[in-house]
């Protein structure tokens, strides 16, 4: 449990914040993170959606699509912000400003969902989420004087008069309450514009479920009225079955839907085709697509200017192509990564020894290469959050129609110089060469902790074995070879990769012949004199028919049985007695005919 609770700025609101700082000059939301002193600085997630949430409004122009950061108000932000009360329902007052029967609407509505109308609204007096009901009881000749006295004092308060005017219309009777509402979903669209619901059908015990802008599904109780298609939602609440549910809503026809809808063109993702882009034309109301119509491939731009912002928003290159690569070859691109970071952090050290004057000096003396090879490695091989530069000329080759025409693979190997290529094939190759003369896949993996590099294996004992000993200083990858233990017999010096002047020693993960770990190490002379006694007494019982000799320093590498390895030996005493015979007989065949000659003669 946390000591203190959250500071509010980080999940409050900051549309109605963010429009007064705009007003009062803040250019962008980098001046305002970084210029303004807060006690708790705003989150750039909250920032961002309270910059959404104004552009959809029409407060802020929508500079988002270039990339421009910067914060211009329109002529409705300019006189939303002049309005007292959240932008949400100062919008709906300003465009309702020119009609009375809107403004009659929307000041009702405002009224009961406002904070500080001082009404008791949708918190107390009704038990229906409907709007329109609640507004039809505020406004008829019944209604409580004190009530309507309070809605006449906040129209003059946040509209002036001619929101007190288009109110008193309607108490007098002067305007038809039944025009107010049934435009009542018009007053309220333009400061809800993102919150139209579409009805889905009906939930499984009562009510309804509609489908609310980005996929979010919520549920109106008490209410299976097929009628009501589409609502414009003002107020959402969660459950504790952590389901959203609808509590204030005005519904709104189709009809009226279609007089404000617009048509346009947009493209968009397919992320089960690896984010293929597409295009269609739709009839949208805000975030509401209404309906919609495919169409021909978008041209080159569109497609490469969207991959670039879904590569963006997904967190970078690497996370997001990562994620439509197969995993066979997800695995291939890891692994050269982290040989690159190996070589790249060896480069390094290098240059800090020769430039600091270490006694290894003399040994760098002849592989002065370790400069340039060093300026090879660009940033991005430290960190895979700065691969995103990797991808700039792959934007324009006019080719691309979703991510996986992007080889994240092929990518990172094209990048690489020969100079870089040839070091990291030498010096950090995928395989060696064991003593019995098989080839050893190698693993490079990146360490999570310093604390221990034994790799403890919960079945085997015999993990101190000398690797306990590996200096704070080694590379943060560690190199690891998986052998049967006989493969390296004969031999002393533990295998190691990277350069002469930098040798990277190889953790060998020795098994038994049934591929069982049986000890792991980096010091193969200390492993052969104190650990592999103790090794050979537990499992020459086990695994009989494989060598287990008392000296292993001096035995033949083989992975082989004895078996096997008997009968290998006696097929090459056969095959060189047979060599020997067929050699035999054609010396005496050549003589038998030389005979012949000198008879004939």
């Known amino acids: 449990m946390e000591e203190y609770a959250a500071p509010e700025i980080t999940s409050t609101d900051l549309s109605p914040t963010l429009l007064l700082l705009v007003r ?47 914060l211009v108000l329109t002529q409705t932000g300019k006189a939303v912000s002049e309005v007292p009360t959240h932008p949400r329902l100062a919008t709906m007052l300003v465009r309702a400003s020119k009609d009375p ?37 505020l406004y008829r000749p019944s ?36 025009d107010v509402l049934s435009n009542l979903g018009l007053a309220v669209l333009p400061g809800y514009v993102d919150l139209v619901a579409e009805r889905k059908g009906d939930a499984s015990y009562g009510g309804s479920t509609y489908l609310l802008s980005l996929g979010r599904s919520a549920r109106l109780e008490d209410k299976q009225d097929a009628s009501l298609q589409y609502l414009v939602v003002l107020d959402t609440s969660t459950g504790d079955d952590g389901k959203t549910r609808i509590r204030s809503y005005v519904p709104i026809p189709n009809d009226q839907l279609q007089e404000v809808a617009v048509e346009k063109e947009v493209c968009y993702p397919v992320p089960s085709k690896g984010f293929e882009i597409r295009a269609k034309q739709v009839t949208v109301v805000g975030s509401l697509e209404l309906s919609s119509k495919p169409l021909p491939a978008p041209s080159p731009e569109q497609v490469a200017k969207m991959l670039q912002q879904i590569v963006k928003e997904g967190g970078g290159a690497y996370k997001t192509l990562g994620s439509t690569m197969p995993q066979p070859k997800l695995q291939q691109l890891d692994a050269l990564l982290t040989r690159l970071k190996l070589a790249r952090y060896v480069a390094l050290e290098m240059t800090n020894k020769s430039e600091n004057g270490s006694d290894t000096d003399s040994k760098l003396e002849d592989a002065a290469w370790y400069q340039d090879f060093e300026s090879e490695w660009p940033s991005w091989m430290a960190d895979t959050k700065e691969m995103d530069s990797l991808l700039d000329p792959w934007w324009s080759t006019g080719s691309l129609r979703s991510l996986k025409d992007l080889d994240l693979l092929t990518i990172v ?6 100079t870089a290529v040839n070091a990291l094939n030498s010096y950090y190759p995928e395989k060696i060469g064991a003593p019995d003369g098989t080839q050893i896949p190698l693993v490079y993996q990146e360490l999570v902790s310093t604390d221990d590099d034994n790799g403890d294996d919960d079945n085997n004992d ?140």
């Open 24 to 70: 009062w000059g803040c250019a962008s939301k980098q001046d305002i993170l970084n210029d303004l002193d807060f006690v708790d600085p705003p989150q750039q997630d909250t920032l961002d959606q309270a910059t959404r949430l104004l552009i959809d409004l029409g407060c802020l122009e929508d500079n988002e699509s270039t990339g421009d950061d910067k």
């Open 101 to 137: 029967v809107l403004l009659a609407g929307a000041v009702a509505v405002a009224f009961i969902v406002d904070d500080e109308s001082g009404s008791t609204g949708s918190r107390g007096g009704f038990n229906t989420a409907d709007l329109a009901v609640q507004i039809q009881d």
């Open 143 to 178: 209604a409580s004087f004190q009530t309507q006295k309070q809605l006449l004092k906040y129209a003059s308060r946040v509209v002036g008069s001619s929101g007190r005017a288009a109110v008193q219309s309607v108490m007098d009777g002067e305007t038809e309450l039944s």
């Open 413 to 418: 190997q094209s990048s690489l110089s020969a």
């Open 462 to 601: 015999n993990d101190n074995d000398g690797t306990n000993n590996i200096s704070t200083n080694d590379p943060p990858i560690t190199v690891l070879a998986k052998a049967k233990l006989q493969q390296f017999f004969g031999t002393l010096q533990t295998p190691t990769i990277g350069p002469p002047q930098f040798p990277v020693p190889i953790q060998l993960q020795l098994l038994s012949p049934a591929n069982r770990l049986l000890a792991q190490t980096k010091d193969l002379e200390f492993f052969w004199s104190e650990v592999y006694p103790q090794v050979r007494t537990e499992n020459k019982g086990k695994y009989p028919k494989h060598p287990w000799p008392e000296d292993p320093r001096t035995a033949v590498a083989s992975k082989q049985s004895k078996k096997q390895q008997q009968q290998q030996q006696q097929q090459s005493s056969s095959s060189s007695s047979t060599e020997a015979d067929v050699g035999g007989n054609n010396a005496n065949k050549g003589k038998k005919k030389t005979g012949r000659k000198k008879r004939k003669k």
